[in-house]
RNA sequence: GGUUCCAUCGUCUAGUGGUUAGGACGCGGCCCUCUCAAGGCUGCAACACGAGUUCAAAUCUCGUUGGAAUCACCA
């Protein structure tokens, strides 16, 4: 009885963006949930795509989203056990060296779907004679390799889309090592999952074949096929939005303000028949993650929308979470985080109240009878009360009129927080001299 | 083109043969209040199309249309 271990594995060939971010997050969630562990794997078999510059910074964004990982590994650091793996394989005739050249092999894709066939390797390299052979190696041509797919019915009964069958006769043999001998990912990360114990993946469903042709290679190298769930891939309002072609960056969202949690919180619950609301904590959140819920049709991921919510969790958003990085107090926090954006606009209030302002004055006789009313105490609520209804009857203004200018002169803003609460935080010198119409 | 998947309010969805087709987000209105915001209440709004099966279809079948993924010496 082995426990849940699953793994995220992005290849460091961009930013952390919001496909990437969904994967990872519902894996660190079923980890969590299940009292498993969860991995970081480096997927850098790609050197020429391959950036250090991009791992620090997926592993920046992940530690920003809460999404930590108590074990990590590197393909690029694991070639020697991939080479074992591959020579036991060719040695039994599963994989097999093949002589085409890119171009030729484009050439064929491009007859077969001009003909109406599906544009899948023809096994040509199969029936190579040994001249064959030591011709393309007088040549100078090195091979590269593919994997043989057994025929027959793949399946497997995924989490979110059931029962899948494919038939292997639709497949093609996949590549696994380059001309110049370099892996590809397929077989690496399935040798990874074997060694690791990776007990469930979760990705998204642009992995399916993959999987079907992945399944026949856990098999081949005597591994246990792990559970899979592949995740609808979300599109984007217009046209798609795709991991790789997605671009909306984790440190854009970061940078104008929006929240971790609330990425986590919108993501995990977009597409699925569960209400999208605002969750706190990661762990409460993994005790939600249920694969039933997840829908099989692809949602739309909206930016705005998530901005939207974000304003939304930052409305409720608790003290505790932020305590960190602002300034402000409890109080002051609890008193004007209904009306922020982003939660580092709480320092704008802070100055409002405690810095100076110019003030704008609309109505300055409302404004200078306000001052001289004002009374030289602390400014409660029963203060501000009796205060207002005083200028109420001595300027016959109420409403709108009598509330805007008062708020302009005091905060140099049309929009806030409650007033009552403001003028406390004020207090009764920069509120006099703001009222005057003077910089305070 | 082959394979696989998908199709209910603007959006995410509930719905498994008989429902006033429900909820959430957004949007509109009203209330509250001291303006805005926040909060409360409320309203508008959907079964892609066409056949078939059935007393009865959003639900089952077939087809059509539309969308997506994949078919890389990317992952």
Redesign the pocket.
Same mark, same amino acid.
């Given at each position: 009885m082995s426990s849940v271990k699953v793994r995220f594995?992005?290849?460091p060939?961009g930013h952390m963006h919001i496909g990437n971010t969904r994967t990872a997050l519902f894996n660190w969630l079923w980890a969590k949930k299940m009292g498993g562990t969860f991995m970081l794997r480096v997927?850098?078999?790609?050197f020429?795509?391959?950036k250090k510059e991009y791992e620090d910074s997926m592993r920046e964004s992940l530690k920003w989203l809460g999404l930590v990982w108590t074990q990590e590994a590197r393909?690029s650091a694991r070639f020697e056990r991939y080479k074992e793996v591959t020579q036991k394989l060719i040695s039994e005739g599963r994989i097999y060296p093949?002589?085409?050249?890119?171009e030729?092999?484009?050439f064929k894709?491009k007859r /077969?779907?001009s003909k &109406?066939?599906? =544009?899948?390797?023809d096994r040509q390299a199969l029936s190579y004679t040994k001249e064959d052979i030591a011709s393309f190696e007088r040549e100078g041509?090195?091979?590269?390799y593919r994997f043989k797919l057994n025929v027959g019915e793949i399946k497997w009964t995924d989490e979110v #889309?059931?029962?899948?069958?494919?038939?292997a006769a639709?497949?093609?043999d996949?590549?696994i090592?380059?001309?110049?001998g /370099?892996?590809?990912?397929?077989l690496p990360?399935v040798i990874d999952d074997v060694d690791f114990g990776i007990t469930h993946i979760l990705r &998204?469903?642009?992995?399916?074949?993959?999987t079907a042709s992945q399944i026949q290679m856990f098999e081949a190298i005597g591994g246990t096929v792990p559970t899979f769930a592949h995740l =609808?891939?979300l599109?984007g309002k217009e &046209?798609?939005l /795709?991991? #790789?072609?997605g671009s909306l960056g984790v440190r854009e969202l970061k940078a104008d303000g929006v929240e971790n949690m609330a990425i986590c919180s919108y993501l995990a619950? !977009? &597409?699925?028949?569960?209400?999208?609301?605002p969750y706190y904590d990661l762990e409460e959140l993994a005790k939600t993650l249920d694969f039933s819920?997840?829908? #099989?049709?692809? =949602? $739309?991921f909206?930016v705005e929308?998530l901005r939207?919510?974000n304003?939304?969790y930052i409305? /409720?958003l608790p003290y505790d979470v932020v305590k960190d990085r602002i300034s402000a107090g409890q109080t002051f926090w609890e008193d004007v985080k209904?009306?922020l954006e982003k939660v580092e606009d709480v320092a704008v209030w802070d100055k409002i109240c405690n810095g100076e302002i110019t003030p704008v004055i609309e109505n300055k006789a409302l404004t200078d009878a306000a001052a001289s009313l004002l009374p030289d105490t602390d400014l409660t609520?029963d203060v501000?009360?009796t205060w207002?209804d005083e200028i109420k009857s001595k300027t016959g203004l109420?409403? $709108?009129d !009598?509330?805007?200018p008062v #708020?302009l002169a005091l905060t140099g803003e049309?929009?806030?927080?409650?007033? $009552?609460?403001?003028l406390s935080l004020i207090g009764y010198k920069k509120a006099y001299r703001r009222l005057k119409g003077e910089k305070a």
């Open positions: 594995a992005p290849s060939t997927d850098d078999t790609d020429a795509r391959s393909q093949c002589y085409e050249t890119p030729e092999l484009e894709r /077969s779907l &109406g066939l599906p =544009p899948i390797y041509r090195k091979p590269h #889309r059931g029962e899948v069958k494919y038939d639709n497949l093609s996949p590549i090592i380059r001309e110049d /370099s892996y590809l990912y397929h990360s &998204g469903e642009d992995h399916v074949t993959n =609808p891939l599109t &046209g798609k /795709s991991k #790789r072609l619950k !977009l &597409g699925t028949s569960e209400e999208i609301k819920k997840i829908g #099989r049709a692809q =949602p $739309k909206d929308e939207h919510f304003i939304k409305h /409720s209904a009306n609520v501000f009360n207002i109420k409403g $709108k !009598l509330f805007h #708020r049309a929009s806030g927080p409650e007033l $009552k609460i403001l």
